[in-house]
């Protein structure tokens, strides 16, 4: 079973625009959500988390919002640029049964930013 | 320094040969992961260890895979008779904490 879900595969949006991209979990003991950003050939990057206790984190151009009632998360590129397309992998850890923070992934979602 | 290191990038196997996998992890951090990542899509989890020890290897395939982390050596990861199933990238991550989770470039391994 897919616990953390990226429903879109891709998506193009047109530079200057917002980028929202979404992911959706099943584990309700999730508790901490990581953005990663990868490009061909590279290993993922991280860009931002947020703990279960926010609902929102903002870091520069990037916010994470999360709605822990609907088990949703979301990452806003505002605005977007060309340099963002990339793949964006959302990724969740429980602190529960001595997980040691390992991350369960989603499939990613391939961003395109048109000049 | 401040990145994880992988060797090598590429590796080529003969089904049934054996290959073996290195990462070093940022100086400092405790944990260190492995990650299997096949055609693109979602990466699998494959071990953790917390220094030297294993911490959970719950998505280990126990027959052929095995991993170690020595203290002063790199981290490795071997699989003994290689199957075509094998061939993916190999992620490998260390960190300290929640948020400080870096990768390394990862190791493509075709299996011919």
């Known amino acids: 079973d897919q616990q953390v879900k990226q429903n879109s595969p891709s998506l193009s949006v047109q530079e200057g625009r917002i980028s929202i991209l979404n992911c959706d979990y099943t584990?309700?003991?999730?508790?901490?959500f990581l953005w990663y950003k990868k490009y061909p050939a590279e290993g993922p990057t991280f860009l931002i988390s947020?703990?279960?206790?926010?609902d929102k984190n903002e870091d520069g151009r990037f916010t994470v919002f999360l709605n822990k009632s609907a088990k949703h998360l979301s990452l806003h590129i505002v605005p977007s640029q060309p340099g963002d397309s990339a793949v964006y992998f959302c990724?969740?850890?429980?602190?529960?049964?001595?997980?040691?923070?390992?991350?369960?992934f989603g499939k990613g979602t391939l961003l395109t930013v048109n000049p | 320094g401040e990145e994880v290191a992988q060797t090598p990038k590429h590796l080529v196997r003969g089904e049934g040969q054996k290959a073996k996998l290195y990462c070093a992890p940022i100086?400092?951090?405790?944990?260190v992961f492995w990650y299997q990542q096949v055609l693109k899509n979602e990466f699998k989890f494959l071990i953790s260890?917390?220094?030297?020890?294993?911490?959970?290897e719950t998505g280990m395939p126990k027959e052929r895979f095995s991993a170690k982390c020595l203290p002063n050596s790199p981290c490795s990861l071997e699989i003994q008779a290689t199957k075509l199933e094998d061939s993916a990238v190999y992620f490998c991550?260390?960190?300290?904490?929640?948020?400080?989770?870096?990768f390394g470039s990862g190791t493509r391994l075709t299996v011919v």
């Open positions: 991550a260390s960190s300290q904490s929640r948020a400080g989770y870096t």
């Open positions: 584990n309700s003991m999730f508790d901490y």
């Open positions: 947020i703990s279960s206790i926010k």
């Open positions: 990724a969740a850890s429980s602190n529960s049964g001595g997980s040691n923070y390992k991350l369960t």
């Open positions: 100086k400092g951090h405790s944990y």
């Open positions: 260890f917390q220094n030297e020890n294993v911490f959970d």
